[in-house]
């Protein structure tokens, strides 16, 4: 019974549709508008029937079913025993029990259908269909049943297109699809404007991955009757998965101005989350937590979308208390909740809480390679520099060889963890691949110094003059690292007696630090001027 989840942040009801559930007057339009998924219009209608018709036992029925569709099962239940009570004799309240019943897994259910029958005497075509719909539809199945039932009540109504339809879904439930199609057609035949069979044709064409077909199908629903809701999600969940997610936003919204449930607004409010359009995403959801608190989703799109736009105190306070609910309900954690939570710790501050929670995002989901350079930056970082070489490494490995920015940070780590071989290694592999990039020459040279600790060899100036002839081209941008190969080259020259290199040099580290102390110390000298 239950669809899909997300939301949008101001819904406008267009006056063509509210027309609509204010005309309804009799019980076959109320349940048009439950059926076509206006499950408040329909609620408004219902209650006015049952105050109008206080004992027709049938409104209270179908008033319960609309509650389901509410997601309301608490209310749907107080409704399907008033209508016992009031009309102890109509069968489909009784089917209204026990259908909450077989929803949730339990075979008491049965009393009631068996109730249900025997005051119908198994003639009442709609109780047949009633209970096959629940032995159908709910997560515990009965499809075998449910066939015995619609053939009593194929037998009653021959003609009645609903029959045809759970017919088809009967067979879909059993991955029939072929069979399923045979039956959908014969009740469009039967009533060629029945909204739901074309309905379910679309839906089984979408099944089978003939996308445009079943986009065709809820065309025609919609020119048929305008306030069909359902072939609009069914439009929205097309664009959706053909990556059109404006379009996707568009069609949940001609839904929601029919059908405000709240697992359609929280659906359309991923919608916006997708299109990244967070603002708008956040306020849908603060106003459904109006109404509704309870739904742990919420709180993960909450965090998701703070997130996004740089609030990362108010969504950690949420992606927290989704972790805090999510055991409670039905919700699946998923790898990008860890991923979400662990950037989240980093960027209030906690990064070594950040480390453990990316780390169970990768055991949920070994294919997401690029966290172990979130978790290795986040080492480095805490200047834990074995464990950001693993990290460094894990990645390079499992993506069978690595970028430049990936040999930058793996080089880094082993010059800080004092493995200078190794971090010359790297850099040679870094300037292998991007010979144009300064870094690598700056790195390298680094790297030769400290293994030529007392300047002997003089190793680091082939690396560091690489350096400089690359990247004397923006002095803004590497100011800092200019001064210390300036500095550095200045030393070799003066050390190797020529002089005029060396002045020449050093008066370049001191147009950039006028301060530097080793340029200041030569040109101060009988060499320098």
């Known amino acids: 019974m239950k669809h899909i989840f997300k939301i949008s942040f101001q819904i406008i009801l267009l006056l ?13 339009e109320a349940i048009k508008l439950s059926d076509n998924e206006q499950y408040e219009s329909a609620a408004s209608a219902f209650d006015k029937l049952m105050k109008s018709e206080p004992i027709n036992g049938d409104n209270y029925f179908y008033a319960g079913e609309n509650f389901i569709g509410l997601e309301n099962a608490d209310s749907a239940k107080i409704i399907f025993q008033k209508g016992v009570e009031i009309a102890p004799e109509n069968p489909l309240n009784y089917v209204g029990l026990g259908a909450l019943l077989w929803y949730k897994n339990d075979t008491a259910a049965k009393k009631f259908f068996s109730k249900a029958l025997e005051l119908s005497k198994s003639k009442n075509a709609t109780v047949l269909l009633k209970i096959a719909e629940v032995y159908i539809k709910s997560d515990t199945k009965n499809i075998s049943e449910a066939f015995i039932l619609l053939n009593t009540a194929a037998k009653k109504e021959p003609k009645n297109p609903e029959v045809y339809i759970l017919m088809g879904d009967a067979f879909l439930a059993q991955a029939n699809g072929s069979q399923a199609i045979v039956y959908y057609e014969k009740a469009s035949a039967l009533d060629p404007n029945s909204t739901k069979a074309l309905l379910r044709t679309g839906q089984l064409y979408g099944r089978a991955r003939n996308f445009p077909l079943s986009f065709e199908y809820y065309q025609k629903a919609n020119a048929i009757d305008s306030s069909f809701a359902p072939a609009y999600r069914e439009k929205a969940e097309f664009y959706y998965n053909a990556q059109q997610v404006e379009k996707a936003i568009a069609q949940y919204k001609k839904y929601l101005q029919l059908n405000k449930n ?25 106003e459904i937590q109006k109404h509704d608190s309870s739904k742990v989703v919420l709180y993960r799109l909450l965090a998701y979308s703070y997130f996004e736009t740089g609030d990362y105190v108010n969504g950690l306070v949420n992606i927290n208390k989704f972790f805090d609910r999510v055991e409670k309900s039905k919700v699946k954690v998923l790898p990008s909740d860890y991923q979400y939570q662990g950037k989240l710790l980093s960027k209030t501050g906690q990064d070594s809480l950040a480390i453990l929670t990316l780390t169970k995002a990768i055991e949920l989901d070994s294919t997401q390679i690029d966290l172990y350079n979130e978790i290795g930056t986040l080492n480095y970082k805490l200047k834990k520099y074995p464990q950001a070489i693993a990290a460094f490494e894990k990645r390079i490995f499992l993506r069978n060889g690595g970028s430049a920015n990936d040999f930058n940070a793996l080089g880094r780590a082993y010059y800080y963890n004092k493995e200078y071989h190794k971090s010359d290694s790297v850099f040679a592999k870094l300037i292998e691949g991007k010979p144009e990039l300064p870094v690598g020459y700056f790195w390298r040279a680094r790297s030769n110094s400290k293994l030529d600790p007392e300047t002997k060899t003089f190793a680091a100036k082939p690396y560091y003059e690489a350096y400089i002839e690359r990247a004397q081209g923006d002095m803004a941008k590497n100011k800092k690292d200019l001064i210390e190969a300036y500095s550095y080259m ?7 007696k020529d002089y005029a290199s060396a002045k020449s040099i050093y008066t370049k580290a001191l147009e950039l630090d006028p301060e530097n102390a080793a340029a200041k110390a030569f040109m101060a000298s009988p060499q320098g001027k």
């Open 490 to 496: 200045g030393y070799y020259f003066a050390a190797t």
């Open 16 to 28: 063509s549709f509210s027309a609509v559930s204010l005309s309804a007057q009799t019980l076959k």
């Open 262 to 286: 709240l697992s359609a607004r929280i659906r359309y409010a991923s919608f916006l989350f997708l299109n990244k359009q967070y603002a708008n995403a956040i306020a849908e959801m603060q």
